[in-house]
């Protein structure tokens, strides 16, 4: 079977037990601020298992894109490295919301195993929760007994674990219970891949592997700790695909499936190497293979390469593949050549790939030819680090030092230690993870957000937005906490899809409820503010809510207009352009869209023009409720990573746009009034970002502006239109006064300069000239230097400035005496900044220093023929 054939042939097996087969999330969550990655099938269905969303079907299925990197799931340094682990993998899963359990469960996963794809019964083997003491938790004899009695198993292969193995938790607190964890045996001989003092399922053997985990939730761990009985009980299974697939194929390796072979036989063309070579070729093939999954799945929902959050994830992984790249003799960008094999193999059921791979490909690109130089640096950097070391005959390359080459150059530690070994060296990996975890703890600041739940009677359902249609309405309350209002209907918009949430009052004749923002928490709208008057209400109190309508409408201006915007950018720059993402606020909007140039002025008034043209012809906005592949049919616009339900919004500008859209929007575009760009930068690589304003936004920009021409030409002395003339003639007299005054520098300096080496003094055989300069800048002191050489034929001179309070110093030696006398004028200059409170060093001819003050200056200078005459001294002797 091919891995297209087995990924349906699970879905199919699921449809037929009456399943709901559901497409995966992206791999970028959009509503979980704890998760940098979609990490394990269960994330997308997180809120209902957390009561703060309704389930749609009680039985689901699905194949979850997932990546592992970062956090409690990093599989990063064992990837490459042995046959099975990933940074990037398919979990296909099965799921029971309320309806079937344990038996079910079982009997399935059997039936699918050794039935429909015929799996030897007698290599499989069943763990089940052996329970714990200290949690009062029996043994699950029911699901052992269960293993037994519905299936043909051995019974000798159910075995009993502990919670580190057999039971399931989704974090500290929330819904978790036991699991029974399918493995197999793939024969004595993998016990060569193993350690051979682990032998036997769950010891880490590469000859028993686990294939599939059946979870159980019954249970709910309150903040406190404790278990509770759940009132319905749930199924959430996952089978790493991967695994199954080299299983299936009878394969030894997952990399040998046909999920990887297309991958790596391009590497083989690309690098004329072969992993059959074995050792770190064989892990770099491996690497390879593996990242550009992670990277293409990553990059086509949305993320991007930077130097945070997920971001960084990315970069890191890149540049880990890049690093092995080199191992296999590749120099130039090589690996975005392999999203298109990937996309061959994974482009059918995920069109993602396909549909966006030209656009992967550019950042990839963009992010190797970035690194190719910052590598190249690095070394040099290392070069000097490790030539310090062995210098001063240590052996040990501290974890500061890889630590600054990780975060600045990007190498991954294994790069630096590879490195590190090839002189003789260890890294001090431990301080290393020091300062990875301090930089881990400034990353995830951003992330520290808690998974917010609401405690609201669930038969009571969730909010019912009525905002697309009323700004005011009569309503109940439907719970109420400290700072927060759930209502049964609410015409206040939830943040989601880059707007802002709404702002107003909930009023009646008790109370008065200012409305500061408002999200969405699960299936309710919560409203989050303060009260001015009275005290909370209570359930079922009829309320007033009304939102800030001006805000509103102004808000409104500006998602209309991204729309407008997106459209406008794709027809002039071209289809490659996507929204990366968007900020609707009401007084200004941003919008970040995929292209690998800044945008040329001509080019942004062309996109300005379309869309104020748009707005002139008052185009109808409307909107209406389809099914999502409808939607798709009929040319919406669906966006980069959003996970869209079965049924979808679509809105359109008559005639011009349509994207799938949940905010809210003007009715016509001429109630947006105009539209001007404030500005276009570069956000990532790959990633620019337009801010505009509209409305009253652009009279008041417009008038600021105005007001600022009117007295920028009060103080220049001239009407309003001939100010840039006025400017332009200010400058190019800057320009000839600046030559000026820099050749009465340099004639001053040259004066100066001679003045110093008139009172040289003789040592031996050549003159020591030492002397403080008036300068403006370090440069000016260094070419003061330069003359001073080119000038005393053979000697040493010392020339200091001060330079806003602080003491800076240059040494020159000339070549002669670095070669007679091995004097050093790095050496030199740190002697005398350490007299004056301070450090430097340089090459043997030059070197600067300096000192945060001046005090010491004239001390330090009069000890310069002291340290010369030392170091002949020393040289004599």
Known sequence: MTSQEIRNSFLDFFRSKNHHIVPSAPVVPQSDPTLLFTNAGMNQFKDIFLGNRKRTHPRIADSQKCIRVSGKHNDLEEVGRDTYHHTFFEMLGNWSFGDYFKAEAIAWAWELLVNVWKLPKERLYATVFGGDETEALDRDEETALMWQRMTEIDPSHILYFGKKDNFWEMGESGPCGPCSEIHIDLGPEYESFADPRKSGVNTGSARYIELWNLVFIQYNRDAAGKLHLLPAKHVDTGAGFERLVAVLQNKGSNYATDLFAPIQEAIADFTKRNASEGGEVQVGFNVLSDHIRALSFAIADGAIPGNEGRGYVLRRLLRRAARFGRVLGMQKPFIYRLVSPLSIVMGGAYPEISQRRDYIERVIRAEEESFNQTLDRGIDIFESQAAKILARGETVFPGKDAFLLHDTYGFPLDLTQLMAQEKGLQVDASSFQVEMEKQR??????????????????????????????????????????????????????????????????????????????????????????????????????????????????????????????????????????????????????????????????????????????????????????????????????????????TVRMVQVADFSSELCGGTHVRATGEIGEFIIISESAVAAGIRRIEAITGLGVYEYLRSREETLRLAGQVLGCAVDEVPQRIQSLLEERKELDVEVRNLRQQSAREQVAEILDQAVEIADFRVAVGRLETRTMEDLKNAGDRLRETMGSGVGVLATEIEGKANLVCMVTRDLVERYSLHAGEIVKQIARLAGGGGGGSPHMATAGAKSSEKLSEALSQVEKIVKSAIEQVKG
């Open 441 to 646: 703890k400034r990353s995830t600041g951003s992330r520290e957000a808690v998974y917010q739940t609401v405690d609201v009677d669930e038969s009571l359902g969730g909010s019912e937005f009525v905002g697309y249609i009323a700004d005011e309405i009569e309503t109940q309350v439907v719970a109420a906490e400290d700072k927060r209002l759930i209502l049964r209907e609410t015409p206040f918009y939830a943040e989601g899809g880059g707007q802002v949430g709404d702002r107003g009052w909930i009023e009646n004749d008790h109370i008065r409820f200012q409305v500061e923002d408002t999200k969405q928490i699960g299936e309710h709208i919560v409203h989050f503010g303060r009260l001015q008057e009275g005290s909370l209400p209570d359930t079922g109190d009829p309320v007033r809510a009304r939102i800030d309508t001006a805000r509103r409408r102004a808000t409104e201006r500006n998602h209309t207009v991204t729309h407008l915007l997106h459209k406008a950018l794709r027809q002039v720059l071209g289809e490659h352009v996507h929204q990366a993402g968007s900020l609707v606020h009401p007084d200004y909007m941003r919008f970040d869209f995929t292209h690998y140039e800044k945008v040329v002025e001509t080019d942004l008034r062309r996109i300005e023009r379309i869309v104020n043209e748009r707005i002139l012809e008052n185009r109808k906005v409307s909107w209406q409720m389809l099914p999502f592949k409808e939607a798709v049919q009929k040319g919406a616009m669906a966006l980069f990573g959003e996970k869209y339900g079965d």
